[in-house]
C-alpha cells in the first residue's frame, strides 16, 4: 500500500527509538531484526524472563532488573500513582514488568514510542500506558483508530474501533479531535470528520442521535478551525450525490475522510467489514490520547504487522 511505504519512509527520515517490551515473542525479535536492518528506526527490545535472544547486533537490549533507570523509574511511578497507595517497593516490583519498564521509558524520555501487545491484552496496554505515561493534555480519554487504506490511494480513518465502548459526548467530541490530528499526521490529508449516525441533519429522532449532536457541537467549539459536520450517516458522508440531496449545505458531506463511529459496536463491525468485504488494509489500532505514544498489537499480529505499527508510533512521537 502507498500509504504504508509513505509511513515507513517518514519513519526513516526521523529515527525514533522505539522499544518492543517482549524479547519473548519471536515475531517481536523478528521485527526488531528487520527494523534494524532497514533503519527505520532504533530499536529497544526489553529482555524477557527466560527469553534467551540471540542475534540481534546492533539492537539495544535491556534487561529491566539490571537497569540503572530502574530505580528512579519506580520513583516516577510511585509519584503518579501513590494516591492509590502503592508502596515504592511495589512500584519497583511493577516496573520489572516489560509492559510497564517499557512505558516509563517514554514517560521519561529515554525512548519515542513504545509498541506491545503481540502477547498481551489491549486491556493490559492501556493500563500500563495510562498510569505510567498519562492523556496529552487536554484529552478526555485515550482512544483508537484503525488507518483504512486502498490499492487506489484513498485512505480513511475509523475511529473508535478498539477501545471506548459507549463514548459519552464528551468522550466522543475528543475522540474526533484526536482522530482528525491522527490522520492528519499519518496521510498529510486535510481531516474532513463525519460525525456518524442513523439519522442525517435531523431526518430521525433519537437519544442516541441527541448525544452526537451534542459531541458535535463541544468539537466544533474546542475546534473552530477544524472541517467536522454531522449528524450523518454513512452514505451521505462519502458519496456526493447523496450527499447532495441530505445535506447540500455541508463542506464535509459527501467528501469525508475521518469517520467517527457513535459506539464501538458500529466502529469495530465496520472496521472488518471494510478490510474483508471491501479489501482494504487495516492498519491499527492506533491508540490516541496519551502523552507520548504507546501503541497496541492484535495478538494474531505477524511480524510485518509490528513493523508497521512501530513505523506509526514513530510518526506518532512528532510534536
Known amino acids: 500500500m502507498k500509504v504504508i511505504k509513505q509511513i515507513r519512509e517518514r519513519a526513516a527520515s526521523q529515527n525514533k527509538r522505539i522499544v518492543l517490551p517482549r524479547s519473548s515473542d519471536p515475531r517481536v525479535v523478528e521485527a526488531a531484526k528487520y527494523?534494524?536492518?532497514?533503519?527505520?528506526?532504533?530499536?529497544?527490545?526489553?529482555?524477557?524472563?527466560?527469553?534467551?535472544?540471540?542475534?540481534?547486533?546492533?539492537?539495544?537490549?535491556?534487561?529491566?532488573?539490571?537497569?540503572?533507570?530502574?530505580?528512579?523509574?519506580?520513583?516516577?511511578?510511585?509519584?503518579?500513582?501513590?494516591?492509590?497507595?502503592?508502596?515504592?517497593?511495589?512500584?519497583?516490583?511493577?516496573?520489572?514488568?516489560?509492559?510497564?519498564?517499557?512505558?516509563?521509558?517514554?514517560?521519561?524520555?529515554?525512548?519515542?514510542?513504545?509498541?506491545?501487545?503481540?502477547?498481551?491484552?489491549?486491556?493490559?496496554?492501556?493500563?500500563?500506558?495510562?498510569?505510567?505515561?498519562?492523556?496529552?493534555?487536554?484529552?478526555?480519554?485515550?482512544?483508537?483508530?484503525?488507518?483504512?487504506?486502498?490499492?487506489?490511494?484513498?485512505?480513511?480513518?475509523?475511529?473508535?474501533?478498539?477501545?471506548?465502548?459507549?463514548?459519552?459526548?464528551?468522550?466522543?467530541?475528543?475522540?474526533?479531535?484526536?482522530?482528525?490530528?491522527?490522520?492528519?499526521?499519518?496521510?498529510?490529508?486535510?481531516?474532513?470528520v463525519a460525525m456518524l449516525s442513523f439519522s442525517t441533519k435531523g431526518s430521525a429522532e433519537h437519544e442516541r442521535i441527541e448525544l452526537v449532536r451534542a459531541a458535535l457541537q463541544k468539537i466544533k467549539n474546542n475546534n473552530p478551525d477544524l472541517m467536522v459536520d454531522g449528524e450523518m450517516q454513512f452514505d451521505a458522508a462519502i458519496i456526493e450525490n447523496v450527499a447532495q440531496r441530505k445535506a447540500p449545505a455541508s463542506e464535509v458531506a459527501g467528501q469525508a475522510n475521518v469517520f467517527i463511529y457513535p459506539n464501538l459496536d458500529a466502529g469495530n463491525i465496520a472496521y472488518k467489514i471494510t478490510e474483508r468485504l471491501a479489501g482494504a488494509t487495516a492498519t491499527g489500532p492506533v491508540i490516541q490520547g496519551l502523552a507520548k505514544p504507546m501503541m497496541d498489537l492484535s495478538r494474531g499480529c505477524s511480524w510485518e504487522d509490528i513493523v508497521n505499527t512501530v513505523c506509526v508510533c514513530s510518526l506518532m512521537s512528532e510534536r
Open 35 to 192: 527494523l534494524e536492518r532497514q533503519a527505520l528506526c532504533e530499536v529497544i527490545l526489553i529482555q524477557n524472563e527466560n527469553a534467551v535472544v540471540d542475534d540481534i547486533k546492533g539492537i539495544e537490549l535491556i534487561i529491566p532488573g539490571q537497569s540503572k533507570q530502574l530505580e528512579t523509574y519506580a520513583r516516577d511511578f510511585y509519584e503518579r500513582r501513590k494516591h492509590k497507595g502503592i508502596s515504592i517497593e511495589e512500584a519497583r516490583q511493577i516496573l520489572l514488568d516489560p509492559l510497564y519498564f517499557g512505558a516509563a521509558m517514554v514517560a521519561a524520555g529515554d525512548a519515542d514510542g513504545c509498541v506491545a501487545g503481540s502477547v498481551s491484552t489491549t486491556g493490559d496496554v492501556l493500563r500500563a500506558a495510562i498510569q505510567t505515561i498519562g492523556l496529552q493534555e487536554g484529552s478526555e480519554v485515550v482512544s483508537s483508530i484503525f488507518l483504512m487504506s486502498f490499492e487506489d490511494g484513498r485512505n480513511y480513518t475509523y475511529g473508535d474501533c478498539a477501545v471506548v465502548p459507549y463514548p459519552n459526548a464528551d468522550q466522543l467530541a475528543t475522540i474526533a479531535a484526536d482522530s482528525a490530528n491522527t490522520h492528519q499526521r499519518l496521510t498529510g490529508e486535510v481531516p474532513k
